[in-house]
């Protein structure tokens, strides 16, 4: 069974445009995964400092072009919440990426399925 060669040229454009928008989108997805993790570790370094502060110190958070004294507590409670949310984040772009390499792989092997197929 032969392929026309107008499908087959059709059918090789729609693979290779999959597989370039798959590797596109993988790109991006390890983009946002590094900044998350550079991110939380950012949190975790703050948390730390804010949790090896005296019970007393005073903490000022930026609001704006201004500073708030806010309560440690509050600070460290924020920092927390943050930190599961980012990795929360990394989590879902983790599938995300998981995802992405599936279709990638997919697309180049039904690419070279097809080559195959109309080369012989």
């Given at each position: 069974m032969s392929i026309p060669n107008e499908a087959l040229q059709k059918l090789l454009?729609?693979?290779e445009q999959s597989a370039a928008q798959s590797q596109q989108q993988i790109s991006a997805?390890?983009?946002q995964i590094a900044l998350k993790g550079r991110e939380s570790r950012m949190l975790?370094?703050?948390k730390g400092e804010v949790e090896s502060l005296p019970k007393d110190t005073k903490v000022y958070e930026g609001v704006g072009k201004m500073f708030v004294m806010t309560p440690a507590d509050e600070v460290?409670?924020?920092l927390s919440t943050e930190d599961s949310e980012l990795k929360s984040d990394v989590s879902s772009l983790e599938k995300r990426l998981q995802y992405l390499e599936t279709t990638f792989k997919n697309s180049r092997q039904n690419l070279d399925k097809v080559l195959?197929?109309?080369g012989g």
């Amino acid at each position: 069974m032969s392929i026309p060669n107008e499908a087959l040229q059709k059918l090789l454009l729609e693979l290779e445009q999959s597989a370039a928008q798959s590797q596109q989108q993988i790109s991006a997805v390890k983009q946002q995964i590094a900044l998350k993790g550079r991110e939380s570790r950012m949190l975790q370094l703050t948390k730390g400092e804010v949790e090896s502060l005296p019970k007393d110190t005073k903490v000022y958070e930026g609001v704006g072009k201004m500073f708030v004294m806010t309560p440690a507590d509050e600070v460290k409670q924020r920092l927390s919440t943050e930190d599961s949310e980012l990795k929360s984040d990394v989590s879902s772009l983790e599938k995300r990426l998981q995802y992405l390499e599936t279709t990638f792989k997919n697309s180049r092997q039904n690419l070279d399925k097809v080559l195959k197929a109309g080369g012989g």
